[in-house]
């Protein structure tokens, strides 16, 4: 009868389902090392020799080793996970967001939990769920959170970060675009362009990334002697922009020309409807400028002047501040504020 044969050369994986899982106990005592050693081969951050760690991350995958990251969290007690809250996800800038902070946390040895808020929803409902995955912090973007809940987290030693949202509760972090001075900058432009009447497209009104925005647009337009001559609810959706469009630009109304909304999908909204549904032409007649600079704002058939948001430099700072702890100090303190800047396309 027949053998198997293998070569010596050939390192030879354990078989898990014969002898058993292999442990870091066991894979110490084969290599004549401390169970903490191996432990802290497998910790980029921790101090063991190059050699040591080469010798003891060969022989792991000889034996088919691996360490238990829930044990791991267990010993630390960090679990080296991330929540993120994030409603929203039809608007590009989020998905876009998501990619980004998912690749910049792994690379500081983290994972991320993602959790989606419903449309209507609040973040609140997810919150109790969340807590019991033991995350070592929190993320929130687009999705609202109430004070009752945030205090629920600083009780848990949780740190909780807003993105792209201005929160006045000192107890958490907010890192957001300067939204103000950005609002400023497009009044600052689009009277440079000889617009005498500009109007804006915003979200909802209670939310800071619409508050700030339309708050830096009109300081700016009063600076040079403007007021704005109408203010719409679009609902930072391409429909609801359009929507907002035909009260704008319906009969029997004030002329405008120059509309800055709060997002692009919405900016992308009123060019549809301009190209669609009226004579009005772009830019010669109404100027359109949005907030964000998503992927489809460069398009050709879009060409869409619009404030670049600074999302690498906004996850960086989200990141370093999960290892911050709680703000101490006013909500002045506790927010981080990023400039931003104009894109000049066709569409202003």
């Not at 292999?22 to 005592?29: I, N, Y």
């Amino acid at each position: 009868m027949a053998h198997p044969t293998s070569s010596p050369d050939i390192p030879q994986r354990a078989d898990a389902s014969a002898a058993g899982r292999v442990t870091a106990k066991h894979l110490a005592e084969r290599l004549g090392v401390a169970t903490s050693t191996i432990t802290r081969a497998f910790d980029a951050s921790s101090r063991i020799s190059a050699e040591l760690r080469q010798r003891i991350l060969a022989m792991a995958d000889q034996v088919g080793y691996r360490p238990s990251a829930i044990a791991r969290s267990l010993n630390q007690r960090r679990s080296g996970m991330v929540a993120l809250v994030v409603g929203n996800l039809s608007n590009p800038f989020y998905p876009a967001l998501l990619e980004k902070f998912s690749q910049r946390l792994r690379q500081s040895g983290r994972q991320m939990l993602l959790f989606v808020v419903p449309p209507g929803g609040d973040a609140d409902e997810l919150m109790p769920q969340l807590l019991q995955y033991q995350v070592d912090a929190i993320v929130v973007t687009a999705a609202r959170l109430t004070s009752h809940m945030s205090q629920l987290c600083a009780h848990q030693g949780v740190p909780l970060v807003f993105m792209n949202r201005r929160v006045e509760d000192p107890s958490v972090w907010s890192v957001c675009c300067d939204n103000q001075r950005m609002g400023a900058t497009v009044a600052d432009y689009l009277v440079s362009q000889q617009r005498l009447a500009c109007a804006f497209i915003g979200g909802d009104p209670e939310v800071s990334t619409t508050s700030d925005r339309l708050r830096g647009f009109e300081r700016g337009l009063a600076a040079h002697g403007q007021r704005l001559v109408a203010c719409e609810q679009g609902d930072y959706s391409h429909e609801g922009a359009r929507e907002a469009a035909a009260r704008l630009f319906g009969a029997n109304q004030p002329r405008v020309d120059a509309v800055f909304c709060a997002n692009d999908v919405m900016a992308l909204g009123v060019l549809s409807y301009l190209s669609l549904d009226s004579s009005l032409r772009v830019p010669e007649d109404v100027a359109v400028v949005g907030f964000d600079d998503i992927r489809d704002a460069a398009y050709p058939q879009n060409a869409l002047t619009t404030v670049h948001q600074p999302l690498d430099e906004m996850i960086e700072c989200a990141i370093h501040l999960l290892d911050a702890g709680r703000p101490h100090g006013g909500a002045a303190h506790a927010l981080r504020e990023l400039p931003g800047h104009l894109v000049r396309r066709s569409s202003a």
